[in-house]
C-alpha cells in the first residue's frame, strides 16, 4: 500500500467512524454502533474503500482491539468486582451458560459443524461492559442496586467469556477436540490469566511507580502499552489469545496509583486504533447476506436465543429484592467479545461470510435494542451521570 | 508482517525509545537524540530487529512524520513570529542561505551530483525547533531577547526548509531541473501553503467551535489530525510534500480555541507514532559506514559547515545590544527537518548509505553539541522553567 493511500483510507475510517459515532449518540444509541455501521458503508459490500483483508488494516485493528481490552483491563476494579459478590456472580454464570448452550444447539440444529456452532455459541456469551456500563451511566443508574450487578455481571462475563475464547482460539488453531485439550485450553487460559495477574501484581506497581519518579506522564502510558502488547505476546505464546494478555495487563495496573495517568493516555491512542477494529469488523459484514432467507432466519434466531438467555439469566438471584428484568435487559447487549469472537471465525475460515453476517445483525439488534428497552423501563435516576469508574471516558472512544 | 512479529516489533520500538530517550535526558540531551541512538541500535548494523524497509515501519513512520510536523504546526503562533520582527527573519534567512550554498558546493566539491548535493544542501538549512525551545526552556532563557529572536528564526527557516523540501521533493521525483520547473515547485509550494493557511483560516475554526459544540473532547484531537492528513494529501496532490500539509493545518488550528484540546491528544497519539519514525530514521544508519574514511570526511565536513553557517547567522541582525553568540549556538542543533531531508534522500535513491550516514553524522554532532555549549554560555536564567506555548510538551514526546 501506498503512503497516499493509507492515509487516504486513514482518514476516511476517521471520520466515518466520528461522523456516524456521533451520529449514533445523538440517535440515543452507544457510539459504537454507529462505529460499526460506518464500517459497513466503507466495507466491500458498499463503497468499498475499506478492505479489511489489507495487511495493515488487519495489523492495526488488531492493535485496536488489544488496545481496547487494554482499556476494559483498566477499568475493570478485581475488588470492585467481589463486592457485587454472588449476585453479580450467578447472573454471569448463567448469562453465559444459559446463551452459549443454547446458541451452540441452535447452530447445530442449522446444520454448522462442532466448530462453527461452538463460536456461534461463544459469541453469544459476553455483555458489553462498555456499551452498558455507559447506557446505566447515561440513566443516572449505575449506583442502583440493580446498576451495581449489572456491571459486576457484565465484567465478570467478559472475563468469562475471554477464556471461552481462549478455549475456542486454540481449537480454531486446528488442534483436535478432545477432552484432554478442552481441559489444557481450559487450564492455559485461567493460568495464564490467573499466574500474569498475581506475578504481575508484585513485578509490575515498583515498576510503575519508578517509571512515575524518573520519567514523564506520557511515558507511563506508553510504557502501558508496551505491557498490554509484552503480555499480549506472552498469552499468544502460552495458548491463550492476545487480548487476554492485553486484558490482563489492565488488570495488574488498574489498582495501581498511576492507572489514571496511563488511562488518560491510552483512551487517547486507543482513539485512533479502536475505530480501525469496529470499522475493520463491519467492513467485513456483506449486506446482500442479509437479504439471504437462511442468513436471516438463523440471524433472528441467534438474537432471539442472545435475548432471552440474558433476560432469564437477570432472574438469576431469585433471593434479591431487585427488579430482575431490569437486570435482564440490561446484560443483552453484545459488543467487543462477540465481535471479535465473530472476526476471529471470519479470518480463520471457521465461519462463512453468511454466518459471520448472522452473528452480525444479533450484535447489532441486541446492541440497538437494550438501549431503548432500558429507556422504558428506567426513568432518569437520582445517580451520578458519571460513573466513579469512568468508564464513560472509555467507552466515549470505543 | 504477522501480528505476532509486528506487536514484538511495536513494543520493541516504544521501549527502546523511551529507554534511550530517558537515558539522553538524564545526560542532559534532548529526548531526540536517544530516540535516533536507539534507532541506531535496533537497526540492521546492530541487532536487527527494526527493518525500515518494511511496509508496515515505512507506513507509520510517515504518520509519525506528519503527526510531528503537525504539533510543530499547532506550537506555531504566526502572531508570535511576527512581533519577533526584522531580528528573527534576518537570522532564519542567513541561516538558511549560508548554510545551504555552503553545504551544495562541499557536497559539489566531494564529487556529489547536483541533486545529491542540493539535498546536502537542503538538510543543512532548518534548525530544530523541537530541540532549540526546549533546551531554551529548561535553561529558562524562552523570555530572553536572544531566546525569542532565536524561537522565532527556528520557526521561520522550518516554514523556509519545508519549503525547500516541496521543492527538492518535487526535483527527486524526477521532474527536470529547469529555471521554470524551480519557479514552479516555489510558487507550488509557497502557494500552497499560504492558500491552505488563508482558506482554512476561514473554514476551519467555525468547523471545529462546531464540533466542539456537538462532540467530546476526544473528537476534536481525532478530527484535528484528520485534518492533518487531509492537507497532506492535497500537499502532496498539489506537488508540495505531505509534511507541508501537516504544518498547515497546524498553523490553522494553532490561534483556535480548541488548540489545546486538541494538542493535548495529538501529543499522546504522536507518542507512539513519532518515536516509529525517529527509531526507523535510526535504523537506516549503518555505523559501519562511519569508520569510511571518506564518509567521516564528508561527515565532518558538513557539520563545520552546519556550526559555522549558524553561528554567522546569529550576528546577522548586528544593530541590536544583544549576545549574538548565543543566537548562533542555539539555531545549531539540526533535528527533525534535516532528517526528513536525509530520510527523502536515502529512500529515493538520490544519497547513498554513505551520504545519508554523514549527513547523520551531522545531525547526530550538532544535536549534541549545541546544548552542552549553550549550558556553558548561559547560566541558567530567571525566566520560567515552561515556556508560554508549552513546546516542552512537544518536544517531551518528539
Same mark, same amino acid.
Given at each position: 500500500?501506498?503512503?497516499? #493511500?493509507?492515509?487516504? =483510507?486513514l ?12 451520529l ?5 444509541? $452507544?457510539?459504537?454502533?454507529? #462505529? ?9 459490500s ?49 448469562? =453465559?451458560?444459559? $446463551?452459549?448452550a ?43 442496586? #440493580?446498576?451495581q ?9 467478559? !472475563? ?7 478455549? !475456542? ?12 485439550s478442552i481441559?489444557?485450553?481450559?487450564? /492455559? ?11 504481575? &501484581?508484585?513485578? !509490575? ?6 517509571? #512515575? ?65 469496529? =470499522? ?18 438463523l440471524?433472528? &434466531?441467534?438474537?432471539?436465543?442472545? =435475548? ?13 429484592p ?39 445483525m ?16 428506567? $426513568? ?11 468508564? /464513560?471516558?472509555?467507552? &466515549?472512544?470505543?
Amino acid at each position: 500500500m501506498h503512503v497516499d #493511500e493509507f492515509l487516504f =483510507v486513514l482518514a476516511v475510517v476517521l471520520v466515518g467512524a466520528k461522523l456516524f459515532g456521533e451520529l449514533a449518540e445523538k440517535l440515543g444509541q $452507544p457510539a459504537v454502533v454507529g #462505529e460499526l455501521l460506518a464500517g459497513v458503508v466503507l466495507g466491500g459490500s458498499v463503497l468499498g474503500v475499506v478492505d479489511p483483508g489489507s495487511e495493515i488494516i488487519h495489523l492495526l485493528a488488531e492493535l485496536g482491539v488489544i488496545i481496547l481490552l487494554f482499556e476494559i483491563g483498566l477499568e475493570t476494579q478485581l475488588k470492585r468486582l467481589m463486592a457485587v459478590g454472588p449476585a453479580a456472580a450467578v447472573v454471569a454464570l448463567v448469562g =453465559v451458560i444459559l $446463551p452459549f448452550a443454547a446458541g451452540y444447539f441452535m447452530a447445530h440444529a442449522f446444520g454448522l459443524g462442532m466448530l462453527s456452532a461452538l463460536l456461534m455459541g461463544a459469541a453469544l456469551t459476553a455483555t458489553s461492559v462498555g456499551i452498558t456500563a455507559r447506557v446505566l451511566s447515561d440513566l443516572g443508574r449505575l449506583d442502583d442496586p #440493580e446498576g451495581q450487578i449489572v456491571l459486576g455481571a457484565a465484567v465478570l462475563d467478559d !472475563v468469562l467469556g475471554l477464556i471461552i475464547l481462549g478455549i !475456542v482460539g486454540t481449537l480454531v488453531t486446528g488442534a483436535t477436540i478432545t477432552a484432554g485439550s478442552i481441559a489444557w485450553s481450559t487450564i /492455559s487460559a485461567f493460568g495464564f490469566l490467573f499466574l500474569a495477574v498475581f506475578v504481575g &501484581s508484585f513485578l !509490575v506497581p515498583p515498576l510503575f511507580a519508578l517509571l #512515575e519518579r524518573i520519567g514523564k506522564d506520557h511515558t507511563l502510558a506508553i510504557m502501558g502499552l508496551v505491557l498490554a502488547l509484552i503480555l499480549a505476546l506472552l498469552a499468544d505464546r502460552a495458548g491463550s489469545a492476545l487480548i487476554i494478555g492485553a486484558f490482563a495487563a489492565g488488570l495488574i495496573l488498574a489498582p495501581t496509583k498511576q492507572a489514571h495517568a496511563i488511562e488518560s493516555g491510552v483512551v487517547r491512542i486507543g482513539g485512533v486504533f479502536v475505530p480501525i477494529f469496529f =470499522v475493520a469488523v463491519g467492513a467485513a459484514v456483506d449486506i446482500r447476506a442479509f437479504l439471504d432467507g437462511s442468513v436471516l432466519l438463523l440471524g433472528v &434466531s441467534l438474537t432471539v436465543v442472545a =435475548v432471552v438467555g440474558k433476560i432469564l439469566a437477570g432472574y438469576a438471584p431469585f433471593w434479591l429484592p431487585v427488579r430482575k428484568l431490569v437486570i435482564g435487559v440490561a446484560m443483552v447487549p453484545r459488543g467487543e467479545v462477540g465481535l471479535i469472537f465473530a472476526q476471529m471465525g471470519l479470518t480463520t475460515g471457521v465461519l462463512t461470510t453468511q454466518d459471520f453476517s448472522a452473528v452480525m445483525m444479533m450484535v447489532l439488534v441486541t446492541t440497538f435494542v437494550a438501549p431503548i428497552a432500558l429507556k422504558a423501563l428506567l $426513568p432518569p435516576g437520582q445517580g451520578t451521570r458519571d460513573a466513579e469508574i469512568g468508564i /464513560s471516558d472509555l467507552t &466515549s472512544d470505543a
